[in-house]
């Protein structure tokens, strides 16, 4: 059973810079693709950056693409998400979700079998 827990959620100021983490636990993360999702006040949530098991592939948005970096390291169990250049518009809770490993990279949220708790990140002056 995958056990997914994100950190490094907080306050940052526009334009300024933060890493999410997302630490497994249950499972090697090698067998899981892994994909971010946020979801503001109000809205529905949003599927943001994707990768393969490997490492290999990765998606982001268009609205965050050339901001966003997703990369993972599965010696250390942790998928991370860089956040630069940040507006206040992306104020949301940050998830991050795990699905069998599939050689692909996807953001439909239905494909994913197991969430973490979210991390709330708050862009603000």
């Known amino acids: 059973q995958l056990q997914l827990v994100e950190s490094g959620g907080g306050l940052v100021r526009p334009g300024g810079s933060l890493r999410l983490s997302c630490g497994a636990s249950?499972?090697?993360?090698?067998?899981?693709?892994i994909g971010w999702f946020r979801q503001a006040p109000g809205k529905e949530r949003e599927g943001v950056s994707c990768?393969?098991?490997?490492?290999?592939?990765?998606y982001s948005v268009d609205s965050v693409n050339g901001r966003f970096t997703i990369s993972r390291d599965n010696a250390k169990n942790t998928v991370y998400l860089r956040l630069a250049s940040r507006r206040p518009e992306e104020t949301a809770v940050y998830y991050c979700?795990?699905?069998?490993?599939?050689?692909?990279?996807?953001?439909?949220?239905?494909?994913?079998?197991?969430w973490g708790q979210g991390t709330q990140d708050t862009v603000s002056s």
């Open positions: 990768i393969d098991s490997r490492g290999s592939m990765m």
């Open positions: 979700a795990g699905r069998p490993r599939r050689g692909l990279c996807s953001l439909e949220s239905s494909e994913y079998d197991w």
């Open positions: 249950g499972s090697t993360l090698d067998y899981f693709d």
